[in-house]
């Protein structure tokens, strides 16, 4: 395969790069060893969406301290925000090695990851997922369906582009830091659900603190160690002390808390 050097003033070669890509809803990969300015990269082509405006608006399980960049940091979440209005979208899942592992493509969140990626076509957004090893996520974001475009981080200043956009691999050279401050070392978290406070009059309770984690954390009985009759009383427990909630600890205003 021939290869294409991009390298003289970066910007308007990089930009043209990304108007082909993400004219279209789109998954690009972003690759390489550690220390190689993924994380960085995958703000920096953001940070250049915006500027275009072919997106209108960035969420990342990233957390930064730019106010153009929403931190997303659950699949509920996600689906919210995707869907919350018709701007054109741009969503980094960082560590996706960790988050959407091959080794357990079973998973509750791998499934509904997986579910959510014709969700990002019809919700016209465009998605980077940034790993160290493209083997090491599920094979599912590397169907050619989603996948258009795999930026592989050579150095911090060095990539390749492989895309069927383009006859040949792009090389890119000279790239500089995006301006969006973050953290490098910090971890980029992407749960299920959305992480829900547990309520002050919760924790002063061990009674309520169990049911807290069988009926908001979906913990099995087994999981909590407790017996299925001995459940059903600290339920029925529950249940009187709302019921007799003037007289007991429990009252419809806190109920509501975790309903």
């Known amino acids: 395969m021939q290869t294409q050097q991009v390298e003289r003033g970066f910007l308007y070669p990089f930009d043209q790069i990304l108007k082909r890509i993400f004219s279209i809803p789109v998954m690009a990969l972003v690759v390489g060893d550690w220390k190689t300015g993924k994380t960085d990269f995958a703000l920096l082509i953001a940070e250049r969406l915006l500027e275009l405006g072919i997106v209108k608006k960035v969420a990342s399980n990233i957390e930064t301290k730019d106010p153009r960049i929403e931190f997303v940091s659950s699949l509920e979440k996600l689906k919210h925000w995707l869907y919350m209005d018709k701007m054109r979208k741009l969503y980094i899942l960082d560590e996706a ?113 169990l049911l807290w984690e069988y009926a908001v954390n979906n913990k099995t009985i087994e999981q909590l160690n407790v017996h299925r009759m001995e459940m059903n009383r600290l339920v029925r427990r529950f249940i009187q002390d709302v ?16 309903t």
């Open 97 to 209: 090695g960790v988050h959407i592992p091959r080794r357990t493509p079973m998973k509750e969140k791998n499934v509904k990851a997986i579910q959510l990626l014709p969700e990002i076509s019809k919700a016209h957004a465009k998605l980077i997922i940034v790993t160290q090893d493209p083997d090491g996520i599920d094979s599912q974001f590397l169907n050619p369906v989603w996948l258009k475009a795999m930026f592989v981080k050579d150095s911090l200043k060095n990539a390749r582009l492989i895309s069927d956009f383009f006859e040949t691999t792009i090389r890119i050279t000279d790239i500089p830091q995006t301006t969006i401050k973050f953290d490098p070392y910090a971890i980029a978290p992407f749960t299920l659900n959305e992480a829900i406070k547990i309520p002050e009059w919760i924790m002063k309770d061990d009674t309520y603190k």
């Open 243 to 258: 019921l007799l909630s003037n007289q007991g600890k429990v009252t419809l205003s806190q109920l509501r808390e975790v």
